[in-house]
């Protein structure tokens, strides 16, 4: 089971560990770049090395390296987007302006299989992915996902001004099987490691489109992707329109249209090795984001959608209004441990997949993302 | 010699104290800056060159005019000041 998890907030990093007694073991150990925006970060397997990304409001985004389990960290490489050529055609056609041909946030980073040494994934707003094959220090984009007419022609901002990459999920039994959440382009997907993509957003549904539009693959806006790792054809994604899962490797999208108060929300966790169970945290859809009645809940699936849990048990019950973000929700290796945080700064973990939860803080700044160390 | 001075802001996360360079326009003065501090660069300028957008360049004391391509021009005697706007953070 997991002993640590990070934490990343718009004020800096925290390092929680299982490092108590009793019946709150759980300590907040060690901060880190306090005041400084950490919007994605990635324990890297193995447990020492993690990457975490900063976002600099005047500086811009950078990432910095640990080698030691987050004791000490350095300024390493970060995604930088090629030179724009001259006269390049390159309007957003929702917004009528040329995206940037910079990076604007950090918004994925994930590691390749095993076998893929030194192999990481980076997704970034506005829309660039970034592959590293030497652990990250140096990056290039992938040309073939950035040129994609596709990526041009119909890729729109969601939240952001401009669209992004917020989920990279890797096969593990094949790491050139990558699957890629946009928010707003659907579902892209490479079977070679990048060289091609296709879209696989089928059977998603966008009601926030012309009804004429609403099934079309590069309308959707998936908030947050993620597999089962030990039956990875389970795919689960928590969708700007309610929730949808996959059986198919992501190909195809079924809609499960009932889910405890909402099907809306931003972050979903699933179970390792049941490919039935999955966490998400509703809220209040679209534009308002609270939780219904002021009360936090998590729901639960034990049966691949057919029926969830309303699980309250430690969590505020009254006049609560957090918020949690597609990255802060995050489930560890046994599927017991999860743990996540809000944009109100308070912060819950649960040993028992949910059935209880305690409070470990109440007043962190807003939480971006939350992941636990393997 | 042209005078390129940072905020202390950045120091906090790159060195880059005070030095003199020769250049005609800030695009020549900073390149010639950041030949030396290579670092540097990525904070003060996006990935197309241009600068960030909450920051600042003054040269001797006008704004600068040009963001984009920096092509405000120098004398040989001019200070450079790159400082963060009030905005974001």
Known sequence: ?374 | MVSVQFTQNLQRHVACGEREVDGATVREVLDAYFAGNAQARGYVVDDQGALRHHMMIFVDGRPLADRRELSDAVRPDSTIHVLQALSGG
């Open chain 1, 1 to 374: 089971m997991a002993e640590r998890f990070y934490v990343g907030t718009r004020k800096g990093l925290f390092t929680v560990g299982r490092s108590g007694s009793g019946k709150s073991p759980w300590r907040i150990e060690r901060a880190a770049f306090l005041g400084d925006p950490v919007p994605m970060l990635l324990p890297e397997r193995g447990g020492e090395r993690v990457l975490a990304a900063l976002d600099h409001g005047h500086f811009g985004s950078k990432m910095h390296r640990s080698t030691d389990g987050g004791d000490t960290w350095a300024e390493v490489a970060v995604p930088t987007y090629p030179e724009k050529p001259e006269g390049e055609e390159d309007v957003d056609k929702f917004k009528g302006q040329p995206p940037p041909w910079a990076l604007k946030l950090v918004w994925a980073l994930e590691q390749g299989t095993p076998d893929q040494a030194g192999r990481l994934w980076c997704g970034t707003i506005p829309g660039g992915l970034f592959r590293s094959d030497d652990g990250g220090d140096s990056w290039d984009i992938v040309r073939s996902l950035w040129d994609h007419p596709d990526r041009k022609e119909h890729w729109f901002g969601g939240g952001a001004d401009w669209p992004g990459i917020h989920s990279v999920v890797v096969d593990p039994r094949d790491g050139d099987h990558v699957t890629c959440g946009v928010s707003c382009g659907g579902v892209w997907v490479t079977r070679d490691g990048g060289e091609t993509w296709g879209q696989s957003a089928h059977g998603m549904r966008a009601a926030y489109m012309p009804p004429e539009k609403a099934l079309e693959p590069d309308s959707q806006d998936p908030h947050c992707i993620r597999p089962c790792a030990a039956e990875p054809d389970v795919m689960w994604c928590q969708h700007h329109n309610g929730i949808f899962r996959s059986t198919s490797g992501g190909t195809k999208w079924t809609e499960i249209e009932e889910a405890g108060p909402s099907t809306f929300g931003f972050a979903v966790a699933a179970h390792p090795t049941d490919p039935r169970t999955a966490w998400f945290v509703p809220a209040v859809k679209d534009e308002k984001r609270y939780p219904h009645d002021g009360r936090v809940v998590v729901t639960r699936t034990r049966d691949g959608g057919e029926s969830f849990d309303v699980l309250t048990q430690g969590l505020p019950q009254e006049h609560a209004y957090d918020l949690v973000y597609r990255h802060a929700l995050a489930i560890d290796e046994t599927g017991e441990r999860l743990a996540f945080g809000s944009t109100t700064g308070n912060l819950w973990v649960t040993e028992d997949g949910g059935d209880s939860f305690q409070q470990l803080a109440t007043s962190l700044p807003p939480i971006y993302c939350v992941r636990f160390s393997s």
